[in-house]
């Protein structure tokens, strides 16, 4: 993914998540070191957007974002159902994504603060995120 790509999803899909979900109400997005996500014109453009960030991002601490637990439990799904090509591995995917419940992820979002703080205990070092 480029900058460009990334702003235009963020424009598509982001902004309007941010409004569905919170309104007016104030929200941090997080997301991590990538070298688009980094880049200075999205750093810009979320700045223009009014998009809060979490950061800075701990260098050594991908696993700290939520949605990593979600692409571990997905990829557990998709492999139990053994896909023998391309089409099937897609369908699968989209199945099993759709099938992950809401109740899971907002549970997997409202681990941030614990987790947060564990990172801060342990000052960056190993933790179980």
């Given at each position: 993914m480029n900058k460009e790509w990334y702003q235009n999803t963020l424009q598509q899909q982001l902004l309007p998540t941010?409004?569905?979900q919170f309104g007016e109400e104030q929200c941090i997005f997080q997301h991590d070191g990538a070298p688009c996500h980094k880049a200075k014109v999205i750093t810009k453009w979320l700045r223009d957007q009014n998009v809060?960030?979490?950061g800075?991002?701990?260098g050594n601490s991908p696993d700290l974002n939520p949605i990593e637990n979600l692409w571990s439990i997905l990829k557990r799904?998709?492999?139990k159902q053994k896909p023998t090509n391309s089409?099937?591995?897609q369908e699968?995917?989209?199945k099993e994504w759709v099938a992950i419940s809401q109740e899971l992820t907002?549970?997997?979002i409202e681990s941030m603060p614990s987790r947060i703080a564990v990172v801060l205990k342990k000052k960056g070092q190993h933790c179980k995120y």
């Open positions: 941010i409004q569905q809060d960030i979490l800075p991002w701990p799904r998709v492999d089409d099937k591995l699968v995917i989209m907002q549970k997997l």
